[in-house]
């Protein structure tokens, strides 16, 4: 009787390759729909990102127009070229302050300076120098004393150093209020008709900054108001303000040199 071939063995694949390679193939992803929408949202998104973020940052310029853009780069120019005399002039000072036998006589003229300086600011000193008056005549009582707050921002914005409404001088804490009469105070003192604001600074660039389209001489026409501005080389402010003692602000103390 013939012996039972014998059958061969199934071949087993060897341990260190072919299991490699099937563990790569479960996990490498599969391509399913699902993959699809979700990575063609994420491209969309970032893009969607990166274009609102351009548009953000350029939207402020492109809407301005040609004229717009030639005073601002003028405006821009002209701070630069005022800050760098400002630097110079400090720098002066120093090395003054640094000069051995000349220092002292050099602080007390720095002290000085400043001091008229702070008179300014504070509006307890005469000012004058180069500047703008400003005449609105409004014979609808149209204006109103948000909108004469809005000149103000303006001419501060352009750089004034000292400005006064009528006989009003302006200081950090001056206010605007509507009367009842359909007038308006600063600082609780009605103003004069027509009103009056005279303003100290670069007198070109105080201009410029009431002629902006859409700011402080739009306004004013728009409510049946007239408006003009008028440069000098020389105007002087004589109001002054009367410093009042603070009924609520106090300083904040300086910590000792030895506390820790």
Same mark, same amino acid.
């Given at each position: 009787m013939p012996e039972p071939m014998a059958q061969p063995e199934p071949t087993r694949p060897a341990r260190g390759d072919n299991g490699w390679?099937? !563990? @790569?193939?479960? @996990?490498?992803?599969?391509?399913?729909?699902a993959n699809f929408l979700a990575a063609m949202l994420a491209l969309l998104l970032g893009f969607a990102i990166a274009t609102q973020v351009h548009q953000t940052q350029s939207?402020? /310029?492109?809407? !301005?127009?040609?004229?717009? /853009?030639?005073? /601002? !780069?003028?405006?821009v120019q002209q701070d630069n070229g005022r800050l760098g005399d400002e630097i110079q002039v400090l720098q002066a000072q120093r090395n003054q302050l640094q000069s051995g036998v000349a220092g002292s006589a050099a602080a007390r003229a720095a002290a000085a300076q400043r001091l008229d300086s702070l008179g300014i600011l504070a509006g307890t000193v005469k000012a004058h120098g180069p500047g703008i008056t400003i005449t609105i005549r409004d014979p609808k009582d149209g204006v109103t004393a948000p909108l004469l707050l809005d000149a103000l921002e303006e001419l501060r914005d352009a750089g004034a150093e000292a400005v006064a409404y009528d006989d009003v001088r302006v200081v950090a804490g001056t206010y605007f209020t509507d009367d009842d009469n359909g007038g308006i105070s600063a600082d609780g003192k009605p103003l004069g008709l027509p009103y009056t604001i005279i303003a100290i600074g670069d007198a070109a660039t105080l201009a410029s900054a009431m002629d902006i389209p859409g700011g402080v001489s739009d306004s004013v026409r728009r409510v049946g108001a007239s408006i003009d501005v008028t440069s000098s080389a020389n105007l002087t402010i004589n109001a002054l303000h009367t410093i009042r003692v603070p009924r609520y602000a106090r300083p904040v103390s300086e910590p000792s040199p030895t506390s820790s």
């Amino acid at each position: 009787m013939p012996e039972p071939m014998a059958q061969p063995e199934p071949t087993r694949p060897a341990r260190g390759d072919n299991g490699w390679r099937q !563990l @790569a193939r479960m @996990a490498r992803p599969r391509a399913t729909k699902a993959n699809f929408l979700a990575a063609m949202l994420a491209l969309l998104l970032g893009f969607a990102i990166a274009t609102q973020v351009h548009q953000t940052q350029s939207s402020n /310029l492109e809407t !301005l127009r040609e004229d717009d /853009l030639v005073r /601002l !780069l003028d405006q821009v120019q002209q701070d630069n070229g005022r800050l760098g005399d400002e630097i110079q002039v400090l720098q002066a000072q120093r090395n003054q302050l640094q000069s051995g036998v000349a220092g002292s006589a050099a602080a007390r003229a720095a002290a000085a300076q400043r001091l008229d300086s702070l008179g300014i600011l504070a509006g307890t000193v005469k000012a004058h120098g180069p500047g703008i008056t400003i005449t609105i005549r409004d014979p609808k009582d149209g204006v109103t004393a948000p909108l004469l707050l809005d000149a103000l921002e303006e001419l501060r914005d352009a750089g004034a150093e000292a400005v006064a409404y009528d006989d009003v001088r302006v200081v950090a804490g001056t206010y605007f209020t509507d009367d009842d009469n359909g007038g308006i105070s600063a600082d609780g003192k009605p103003l004069g008709l027509p009103y009056t604001i005279i303003a100290i600074g670069d007198a070109a660039t105080l201009a410029s900054a009431m002629d902006i389209p859409g700011g402080v001489s739009d306004s004013v026409r728009r409510v049946g108001a007239s408006i003009d501005v008028t440069s000098s080389a020389n105007l002087t402010i004589n109001a002054l303000h009367t410093i009042r003692v603070p009924r609520y602000a106090r300083p904040v103390s300086e910590p000792s040199p030895t506390s820790s």
